[in-house]
């Protein structure tokens, strides 16, 4: 594992550390809520692979309240922001 990713993925954890603690086991269905799950979704959309797959997994996790459509846009414009910026 390269040491990008460790960083990564120990910034994940620092991050829903946080999260948990100030919001329990999933996050609220609110503006706030929708913040929240932005910046976990933005640190998996940078993973060294299967960036999609930990940010649908994130979803169902951490915000099984959202319908799956408005995910499914979240990760595509995500997916898109990374690739056009990498690219």
């Given at each position: ?13 620092d991050v829903?550390?946080?999260?948990q603690?100030r ?12 913040d929240?799950?932005d910046l976990?979704l933005r ?13 649908r ?7 099984p309240?959202?319908?799956k459509?408005?995910?499914t846009?979240?990760?595509?414009s ?6 056009v910026?990498?690219?």
């Amino acid at each position: 594992m390269s040491k990008r990713e460790t960083i990564r993925r120990l910034r994940v954890g620092d991050v829903r550390r946080v999260l948990q603690h100030r919001c329990g086991a999933t996050l609220p269905d609110d503006d706030a809520g929708r913040d929240d799950l932005d910046l976990l979704l933005r640190l998996h959309a940078v993973a060294s692979n299967a960036a999609e797959k930990k940010m649908r997994c994130e979803v169902e996790i951490s915000a099984p309240w959202m319908p799956k459509a408005e995910a499914t846009d979240q990760i595509d414009s995500l997916c898109d922001a990374i690739c056009v910026a990498s690219g």
